[in-house]
């Protein structure tokens, strides 16, 4: 096995400062977020997971939408969401808890980050 090199000071195109020496502790992000968001989440015991995941992806489209104001983006966004609903709601409903749903869900309408990034967190912070 070969040591690893870390040369200092070295710069790339991308300036995250979380290099692979570097990253942030994810689950610890995501226990901040459950600690946030879990008092305000009301997800009843009788949720449909599969009508929850629809109004998720319909949420996401919505997200992207206001981001683009309507350009070119919006319209591709739109097609690729319709193309693959179906098996987008199936994964939803697989890999997330109602619970992590409905935190996607909120913070989408908070609008502090992207939706991939908050399926993530809200999986770590919400698990099935």
Known sequence: MRPRVTTPGVRTPNADPNGADNQPDWDAMAATLRARLAPTLKVGDGADPREMCARLLQEANEFYATLDRGGEGTASAQSQLSQTMSPDVEGCVTQL???????????????????????????????K
């Open 97 to 127: 808890s109602t619970h992590a749903i409905a935190c996607v869900s909120a913070s989408l309408r908070e609008q502090r980050a992207e939706f991939p990034w908050l399926v993530d967190q809200c999986a770590r912070a919400f698990p």
